[in-house]
């Protein structure tokens, strides 16, 4: 006789060698964490003058402030993806440690020869990802790339390069600042480079406005860019729509910064001069931040409103065994 055992997907137990979701970091093992201190430290120790350069930029030049929130990001998105990390097979892949080698040989090759100064910093970054791979293999550094690529935000550019980023924005800023600003009756703006000269009711107001390198979007823009492409690695969405989100972060920093200054210049007109420094030019900004997510998250939902994926209604999966029974 013929009996019919009937699972569903509800009642299915769960197969073997997938991802426990309650995965936790204390499940390693205490040699795994001797492991991590032991390069850890060592790799300190090769990039130390790197490292305590960098901080020191954090410290002294507000632009870079933001780079002691990235690493934390980073280790926020490793967590994110423990329950992977932690069941993934790693397998040593010899590619990662030709690869240390060279980042390593590198190092000291661009300090004596090509002594380029920005490639002495970012050799952290691929350094990071030979060791993972070698360690890990590809499996472990599926997940762990991202997180690594991450800590490009919080190294700072160098000054000319800097300035060479944000004399084009500071540009835009101040000759769309003069435009809005001459919509007023009895106002004049005229943009001069970077300096907005403004006459109101026929009398020149001295001195002239000054579009500086702390009113050139930058430090907005590289803080903003950098949460944009965490909130598009968390929210899980297409990748078009990924990519439409991590591509909207530039203009809608670019645009904050124009509402910045334009904003400034009418306080700097209505109201009084001293409320466009200090400590009320720093407020002005920290208001834009908001702004700007105000405006990323419209658009992320505008999309997720007009674009709704269909997805065919699929029935659950059966198994049907058959099971002879002797009488």
């Known amino acids: 006789m013929a009996e019919n055992i009937v699972f569903s997907d509800q009642e299915t137990p769960p197969s073997r060698g997938l991802a426990s979701p309650h995965a936790n970091w204390s499940d390693l093992n205490v040699h795994s964490y001797i492991k991590i201190l032991i390069i850890g430290g060592l790799f300190f120790w090769l990039f130390h003058s790197e490292i305590e350069t960098i901080v020191r930029r954090w410290v002294t030049d507000s632009s870079w402030s933001h780079g002691f929130l990235i690493p934390f990001f980073s280790l926020y998105f490793v967590n994110q993806r423990k329950h992977n990390i932690l069941n993934v097979r790693t397998r040593p892949n010899w590619l990662g440690l030709f690869l240390l080698i060279c980042v390593i040989l590198f190092y000291p090759l661009n300090i004596v020869q090509f002594q380029y100064g920005y490639f002495r910093p970012l050799c952290m970054i691929p350094a990071l990802c030979a060791i993972v791979l070698f360690l890990g293999g590809w499996r472990l550094l599926k997940y762990t790339w991202l997180p690594i690529f991450f800590l490009i935000f919080a190294i700072p550019l160098p000054q000319r390069y800097y300035v ?13 600042s003069s435009a ?17 000269d403004i006459t109101y009711q026929g009398q020149q107001l001295e001195p002239s406005l000054n579009v500086a390198e702390a009113c050139s979007g930058m430090r907005l823009l590289m803080a903003f860019l950098a949460l944009g492409v965490a909130m598009a690695y968390l929210h899980y969405r297409p990748i078009w729509q990924r990519a439409v989100l991590l591509g909207s972060t530039i203009p809608i920093a670019i645009l904050c ?13 209505l109201i009084h001069p001293k409320y466009t420094q200090g400590i009320y030019h720093d407020m002005l900004g920290l208001v834009m931040l908001p702004l700007a997510f105000a405006i990323y998250g419209f658009i992320a939902w505008f999309m997720a409103s007009l674009f709704i994926e269909q997805t065919e209604s699929k029935l659950p999966n059966v198994i049907v065994r058959k099971r002879l029974r002797h009488q």
């Open 164 to 176: 060479q980023l944000t004399m084009p924005m500071r540009l835009l800023a101040a000759d769309v």
């Open 180 to 196: 809005v600003l001459n919509l007023v009756k009895g106002l004049e703006a005229t943009a001069n480079g970077v300096v907005i």
């Open 257 to 269: 910064n124009i509402i910045r200054v334009t904003v400034t210049g009418f306080i700097y007109v």
